[in-house]
């Protein structure tokens, strides 16, 4: 009994996977050691990037100025820090532009043309330049990029505190963040949301 070759594999046709699996193969074979070195690099860059002064759960600070709308710089017993307003994501004032010259590529910071954002940050700078504000910590105190991130907490004039996080997203300056408002607040901050959505 002869039987007839299959559809899909004619007699005398070459078959393409064998062929392509082993240029995919050799492909990362070659680009490893490249991958290895970027990510090496880069995993010294943050880590010489995070490590930073610890702080205590909370701490006084001085707002020196506004980056943008959940930015802040401020100084801490004469050292000056930037701060992520924990749980809340603004519109960014700046933006990373990356620009070629020849055979280099350039990255600079370009300002941005979003009113909202411009808005956010000229709000906050009202409620907190200049003043003193209480940053409160979770566990993790620092991103990757070296900020510090807490919950800004500002007097409101009657004795109490305002927390400025709340306030932004209350506001609609911002939105919540991701799943990052897990913490100690993330009830009020998700009932602030709830007001812009």
């Known amino acids: 009994m002869i039987l007839a070759p299959s559809s899909r594999h004619r ?5 393409l996977w ?10 990362v074979l070659v680009a490893s050691p490249f991958l290895v070195y970027r990510l090496g690099t880069y995993y010294w860059r943050v880590e010489l990037q995070v490590t930073g002064q610890e702080y205590p759960s909370t701490v006084a600070a001085a707002v020196v100025r ?17 701060v992520q ?13 990356s620009r070629t010259d020849g055979d280099s590529v350039r990255t600079e910071w370009v300002e941005t043309a979003d009113p909202a954002a411009r ?6 700078s009202r409620l907190v330049t ?11 105190q620092c991103d990757r990029y070296g900020r510090l991130l807490a919950y800004v907490w ?6 109490g505190k305002l927390l400025v996080n709340e306030w932004m997203l209350r506001q609609g ?3 919540l963040y991701g799943g990052s408002a897990a913490g100690r607040y993330a009830e009020r901050l998700k009932n602030a949301a709830r007001l812009n959505p």
């Open 130 to 140: 200049g003043r003193k504000v209480t940053l409160e910590f979770e566990q993790r």
């Open 119 to 124: 808005e956010a940050q000229r709000q906050l």
């Open 85 to 97: 307003l924990l749980g809340i994501d603004a519109p960014e004032v700046f933006q990373r532009v």
């Open 154 to 159: 500002v007097p409101d004039g009657s004795d």
């Open 18 to 27: 064998p062929g392509l699996l082993r240029l995919l193969a050799l492909a």
């Open 173 to 175: 300056l911002a939105r």
């Open 11 to 15: 007699a005398g046709k070459p078959r």
């Open 66 to 82: 506004v980056i943008d709308g959940d930015t802040l710089a401020v100084r801490i017993e004469g050292k000056e820090e930037r």
